[in-house]
């Protein structure tokens, strides 16, 4: 039984910083690919970051250079820093995954695991 659970969020003013955490079990990490997602009460979920296959990170364009995903496959554990906060960072974020390789896909319905998300809000 795969399970994600997230922490990590929290309130912070804007250019402040987080570090969210992704604790997975119930697989092994390295034979599944791992994203964070966020969503707001107004918008669609939206993939933020992952991999692609030859190891390169992929970001969404609203955060590239500010935040950075990474991963320790020996304690299953899915991070994401946030640098630079803004407003418009405010969200609940998730963390995903699914079988095999990443391929770069932040598209929401490649993930098949989720897990309950933790809030970000970021005020001025």
């Known amino acids: 039984q795969v399970q994600l659970v997230e922490s990590g969020g929290g309130s912070v003013q804007s250019g402040g910083s987080l570090r969210l955490f992704c604790a997975a079990s119930g697989y092994t990490s390295s034979k599944y690919c791992m994203a964070w997602f966020r969503q707001t009460p107004e918008k669609e979920r939206e993939g933020v970051a992952t991999?692609?296959?030859?190891?390169?990170?992929k970001y969404a364009d609203s955060v590239r250079g500010r935040f950075t995903i990474s991963q320790e496959y020996a304690n299953n554990t899915l991070y994401l820093q946030m640098n630079a906060l803004k407003t418009e960072d405010t969200a609940m974020y998730y963390c995903?995954?699914?079988?095999?390789?990443?391929?770069?896909?932040?598209?929401?319905?490649?993930?098949?695991?989720w897990g309950q998300g933790t809030q970000v809000t970021v005020s001025s």
């Open positions: 995903a995954a699914r079988q095999g390789y990443c391929t770069g896909s932040l598209y929401r319905g490649d993930f098949g695991y």
């Open positions: 991999w692609y296959s030859n190891g390169w990170r």
